[in-house]
């Protein structure tokens, strides 16, 4: 049945600028693909092949039985591209229209529907599945075929994304989608999902499943990870290892996905000091644990009295087992030493240990015990320290040690500060920027000296005031040792067998060793006498050197001099090196040996100021010779 000859007009110059081509004929395209609309059907996909003109479904309108025959060769392609909807005949060819009175070039009576398709606008409802279509069509397609898989392809794709809740700024060619935003997710699943996925050219499968492991995330682990509680009947040292790994895991994800990982360091930081507490309160109850900081403990004792507890052995989980009655045992591990009691104590308790860093080292020197923490404890890069310093450790060769609780923080400095007071030793910087120690005592020794200042090189020399607590000088110094942490009196928890040099022991902070000049009382109206200082020496001996120290330096009454000489000749020493000193000043008539203790350098400016503390003067009146003072 053909039209009437009103729908005809125009198809000529639809057809050329519509879909690029001289086919000819009286039927337009609405007619030639006419009632294809299966599965997701013509009437989306290729919606504007036609003009908009409602077909029904048959071929050819306006044309013989030859042409309809001849143009059923092609329904079956397009038909099982779009659906299937008819069946039959070979596709390839749109077939020839051999009886269209204006068809006059036999070279354009046959189109290949590939080329149709290449060259055809095709358009849909679905916003997305448009985009797809205009964006994702491969442009090297030698088939039919290829156009209906990339068609069904993009189809999936695009109601994929859609039901992700994904905005795409690209369908990819190749099959992947390029993430622009997600339009369903808020808060802190948006922000990880932006964060991990915008820009990044995925296939949908791997979309959806990096959105699900990034869901999984936020809206479980880390809601799980920040209510977790500490139970079970795991090893509360082990569960917090595991627990540490875990947590610090999270917490860097939780920062790769944009989101605030330290909420989870602080819930670690929380449960381990919950679980702590627990633990202690647990076993207050019945025994008692001690967490010592070195690696063994070497005895307990009760209320000041030692040998009433004895050695249980070391265990591989403290809280498997109670220890016998009477004894007590001992975990170890990257955690510290654990210590356990098998029976409650009647008295407090007291624990000797001694032990190893983690490396193993197991140093005895005070400067050697300072320079292992500081390397091993805070990390300190071992550039830093100076390459003289092991050498350096006999100007102090002295037994130390410290005790901190972990109740505060303790920074490298004040393990520098309490290692260190009143040992009349200070860590300084050197010219090359390391660090080194150095020892301020009174010396005699010339040999020394690394630089010589007088009037050729001093420019103006200053004298200047000592701090009111070395000046008057001092006529006593009290140094302590055995520093005790835990003063017992009797009464206040001592075991009743406890003997008498042990209860003198923990009675009191210290014991002093003293250096004294009674004539410095006679010299001078009111000299000072500091209160006793506490250190971290562990023997009496040591101590009296440090305190004999003390007197004879600051019992001669040093000067301190402001010396200001050329800025290149200031290089050439460090903080804490000796050098030798003479100049028209009363006290520096003669040469003098001093150590430089500060230095001022102003920017800009050709000098410096050395701050220099005299050591050694030589008397007035002793001749020289040619070379340096006549001592003979």
């Known amino acids: 049945m053909s039209p009437e000859?009103?729908?005809?007009?125009?198809?000529?110059?639809?057809?050329?600028?519509?879909?690029?081509?001289?086919?000819?004929?009286?039927?337009?395209?609405?007619?030639?693909?006419?009632?294809?609309?299966?599965?997701?059907?013509?009437?989306?996909?290729?919606?504007?092949?036609?003009?908009?003109?409602?077909?029904?479904?048959?071929?050819?309108?306006?044309?013989?039985a030859a042409a309809g025959a001849a143009a059923g060769s092609f329904i079956p392609v397009v038909g099982t591209m779009l659906g299937g909807l008819i069946g039959g005949g070979d596709g390839g060819l749109l077939g020839t229209v051999r009886d269209d009175k204006n068809n006059k070039d036999k070279s354009l009576q046959s189109v290949s529907l590939t080329d149709l398709l290449k060259q055809a606008t095709y358009s849909t409802s679905d916003a997305t599945f448009q985009q797809a279509l205009q964006q994702g069509l491969p442009s090297d397609a030698t088939s039919v075929s290829d156009y209906a898989t990339a068609i069904a392809n993009l189809k999936t794709m695009a109601d994929t994304v859609d039901q992700l809740g994904v905005a795409v700024s690209k369908f990819n060619s190749d099959g992947t989608v390029t993430v622009g935003s997600f339009t369903k997710a808020?808060?802190?699943?948006?922000?990880a999902l932006d964060t991990a996925l915008d820009g990044k050219s995925l296939s949908t499968s791997d979309l959806q499943t990096q959105i699900s492991t990034i869901t999984t995330f936020v809206d479980t682990t880390m809601p799980e990870l920040l209510k977790a509680t500490v139970s079970g009947q795991q090893s509360w040292v082990d569960q917090m290892a595991a627990l540490k790994q875990t947590y610090e895991a999270a917490a860097s994800q939780a920062n790769q996905y944009g989101l605030d990982g330290t909420q989870l360091n602080a819930k670690y930081q929380s449960l381990y000091d919950q679980g702590f507490a627990s633990q202690l309160d647990t076993l207050r109850q019945s025994?008692?644990?001690?967490?010592?900081?070195?690696?063994?403990?070497?005895?307990?004792?009760?209320?000041?009295?030692?040998?009433?507890?004895?050695?249980?052995?070391?265990?591989?989980?403290?809280?498997?087992?109670?220890?016998?009655?009477?004894?007590y045992q001992i975990q170890r591990g990257g955690t510290g030493t654990w210590i356990r009691l098998g029976t409650r104590p009647v008295y407090g308790i007291t624990v000797d240990a001694v032990g190893s860093f983690p490396s193993g080292a197991t140093p005895q020197n005070v400067l050697d015990i300072l320079r292992t923490m500081l390397l091993e404890d805070f990390v300190l890069p071992e550039a830093y320290i100076d390459a003289q310093w092991p050498a350096q450790?006999?100007?102090?060769?002295?037994?130390?040690?410290?005790?901190?609780?972990?109740?505060?923080?303790?920074?490298?400095?004040?393990?520098?500060?309490?290692?260190?007071?009143?040992?009349?030793?200070?860590?300084?910087?050197?010219?090359?920027?390391?660090?080194?120690?150095?020892?301020?005592a009174a010396t005699d020794d010339l040999t020394s000296a690394t630089l010589t200042l007088d009037t050729s090189v001093i420019t103006d020399i200053?004298?200047?005031?000592?701090?009111?607590?070395?000046?008057?000088?001092?006529?006593?110094w009290r140094m302590g040792w055995q520093h005790n942490f835990t003063v017992q009196t009797a009464g206040s928890g001592l075991h009743p067998q406890a003997p008498a040099d042990r209860q003198a022991l923990i009675a009191i902070a210290d014991r002093n060793a003293v250096w004294s000049d009674a004539?410095?009382?006679?010299?001078?109206?009111?000299?000072?006498?500091?209160?006793?200082?506490?250190?971290?020496?562990?023997?009496?001996?040591?101590?009296?050197?440090?305190?004999?120290?003390?007197?004879?330096?600051?019992?001669?009454?040093?000067?301190?001099?402001?010396?200001?000489?050329?800025?290149?000749?200031?290089?050439?020493?460090?903080?804490?090196?000796?050098?030798?000193?003479?100049?028209?000043?009363?006290?520096?008539?003669?040469?003098c040996l001093g150590v430089v203790v500060a230095e001022h350098v102003r920017a800009g400016d050709a000098t410096a100021t050395l701050q220099i503390l005299t050591l050694w003067n030589i008397p007035d009146g002793i001749p020289f010779g040619d070379f340096g003072p006549n001592l003979l």
């Open 5 to 64: 000859p009103s729908s005809l007009g125009g198809s000529t110059s639809w057809l050329s600028s519509g879909l690029k081509t001289n086919l000819f004929g009286t039927a337009t395209v609405g007619n030639l693909l006419g009632g294809i609309g299966g599965g997701f059907g013509i009437g989306s996909a290729l919606s504007g092949i036609g003009g908009g003109t409602k077909t029904n479904g048959l071929i050819g309108s306006g044309v013989g």
């Open 186 to 191: 808020t808060g802190d699943l948006k922000t």
């Open 287 to 327: 025994d008692l644990s001690v967490q010592a900081r070195y690696q063994t403990a070497t005895g307990d004792d009760e209320g000041g009295f030692a040998g009433g507890i004895a050695f249980g052995g070391l265990v591989a989980d403290l809280y498997a087992q109670s220890p016998d009655p009477g004894t």
């Open 393 to 440: 450790s006999p100007l102090a060769p002295w037994r130390a040690g410290w005790f901190w609780d972990g109740t505060e923080t303790v920074t490298g400095q004040d393990v520098v500060r309490t290692l260190l007071s009143g040992l009349a030793v200070s860590i300084v910087p050197t010219r090359s920027g390391t660090l080194r120690p150095v020892l301020l």
């Open 462 to 476: 200053q004298s200047v005031s000592l701090d009111a607590s070395l000046s008057p000088p001092t006529w006593r």
């Open 519 to 591: 004539s410095l009382r006679m010299r001078w109206r009111v000299p000072n006498d500091p209160t006793p200082i506490v250190t971290a020496l562990a023997a009496s001996q040591d101590a009296q050197t440090v305190a004999d120290l003390h007197g004879s330096l600051w019992g001669a009454h040093p000067t301190l001099w402001a010396v200001t000489i050329p800025l290149e000749l200031s290089w050439q020493v460090d903080l804490g090196d000796t050098v030798t000193m003479r100049a028209p000043v009363p006290g520096l008539a003669n040469s």
